[in-house]
């Protein structure tokens, strides 16, 4: 079963005679024991067995299986929202006095953790932007650098992110690099192949697919020698919260993937809920499908906008002239997601004008579902941020942001030439 088109489908929830073929939703919070011991193996982490909700279910086991099989790599963790996997893959490894490096060019609330809450929790983050050289980014990682952090496809900006050049630069400095796979989904692009260590998804998005269900997910590539590098005590040495369990020697190279769930999720608790896990393991089963409807229309809106004479400026890193397109074919030869982004003549005013002109594109806070969507991120995501704050992330005032779903592309194009009328 290699191909991603089957995994969508065949991994994950496996039936054993007679049970239900599709993954039943196991709405529960909590398991019943026969005896006292077997329950007691959990406490030790000696047991994998489920003993409690907020730290794991077979309703989450099954999607995470699935999951696990599509991106790569030796385990996943969902939790309840994007943001949640992001901070719990982060807080993982990183702590009060240590500090992560990230792209400037993040989706704006992963921009705000990084840029105000987790300086608050006393872990620092150092931005650098694409155009800086690797000899600047080497300036900003020292002795308490924990991560480079970055987006495999940024939202909104769809930079495309140097894997390989960026994993270069972590596993130089024995650090793990860190990467937001949300955009191309594990369909579209596998980080894990270029050097990525650990994936976060918003699988709120294309994942779930239908603006249904809000969740995350942390996958550990299980490919990072935690031991070699010498920096994460936490992962090699007992953890005292476990009666001394050391994870790198119980876990493996799956020591990061069960720190997250045995440490971070037992005492933050992102859980998501058994039927939001259900509604993601429905919409995965389509993923490929839709990714390539998305992939497809998403190239002919861009290509139609960059031919008109009201749009300044298109951005979509698989149109021929785009700064990324050579990237793009590097990384995701076989299309990038159905994210367009583009700037109208007339400044901010005829943005919000198109806007509230388009029937079936529908202005909403979302991105990356079924259907056609449009957001204008300098007053919207982006509110918070400052001009040169908006610069570095890749925003302009006029910047719209069309998420283009999966009607037929002959209406989308007709309600985007009616609009621009
Ligand atoms: C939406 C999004 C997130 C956050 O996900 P939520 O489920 O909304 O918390 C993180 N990263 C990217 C790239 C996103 O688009």
């Known amino acids: ?97 240590q500090n992560i490096v990230c792209s400037s060019e993040v989706y704006g609330g992963t921009f705000n953790l990084f840029n105000k809450t987790l300086p608050e929790l006393g872990i620092e983050t150092r931005f650098f932007t694409p155009a800086d050289s690797d000899e600047y980014i080497e300036t900003l990682i020292d002795q308490n650098t924990r991560l480079i952090f970055g987006e495999t496809l940024s939202n909104p900006s769809l930079s495309v992110f140097d894997t390989e050049r960026y994993a270069a630069l972590a596993h130089k400095h024995n650090i793990p690099l860190m990467m937001d796979n949300t955009f191309p989904t594990p369909v579209k692009c596998n980080p894990f192949d270029f050097g990525c260590d650990i994936i976060v998804h918003a699988t709120t998005k294309y994942m779930d697919g ?15 020698n935690w031991k070699a590098s010498g920096k994460f005590p936490e992962l090699c040495t007992p953890d005292e919260s476990y009666h001394g369990v050391v994870y790198c020697e119980d876990f493996g190279n799956a020591a990061y993937i069960a720190k997250c769930r045995a440490h971070i999720m037992r005492d933050i608790g992102m859980t998501p809920s058994p039927f939001n896990a259900f509604l993601l393991d429905l919409g995965l089963d389509t993923l490929a499908l839709r990714m390539d409807r998305h992939c497809e229309n998403g190239q002919a809106v861009a290509e139609y906008l960059s031919k008109h004479p009201k749009i300044k400026t298109v951005n979509y890193p698989s149109l021929k002239d785009n700064k990324y397109y050579d990237l793009c ?38 991105v990356a579902d079924s259907c056609t969507c449009v957001l204008h991120p300098a007053s919207t995501t982006h509110r918070q941020l400052s001009d040169q704050q908006l610069i570095d992330c890749g925003i302009s005032p006029s910047m719209v942001r069309m998420s283009v779903g999966i009607e037929h592309i002959d209406d989308i194009l007709e309600d985007l030439e009616n609009a621009l009328k």
Not at 210 to 224: E, L, R, W
Not at 336 to 352: L, P, Y
Request: charged share 20%; glycine share 10%.
């Open 1 to 97: 079963m290699s191909r991603i088109e089957t995994k969508c489908i065949q991994e994950g929830w496996k039936p054993k005679s007679a049970e239900p073929r599709r993954m039943p939703i196991y709405q529960s919070t909590t398991f019943a024991y026969e005896d006292c011991f077997s329950m007691a193996q959990y406490f030790e982490l000696k047991s994998s067995d489920h003993i409690y909700t907020r730290i794991s279910n077979p309703s989450f086991e099954a999607v995470e299986a699935k999951i696990t099989a599509m991106q790569g790599g030796v385990g996943t963790m969902i939790t309840g929202s994007g943001m949640s996997a992001t901070f719990a893959a982060v807080v993982n490894i990183a702590h009060a006095g």
């Open 329 to 366: 074919m590097k990384y995701m030869p076989k299309g990038t997601c159905g994210v367009v982004s583009f700037e109208i003549e007339g400044g901010r005013e005829a943005a919000v004008e198109f806007m509230e002109k388009l029937k079936i594109g529908k202005i909403m806070t979302h």
């Open 210 to 224: 239908h603006a249904a269900a809000m969740g995350g997910a942390v996958i550990d590539s299980g490919n990072f």
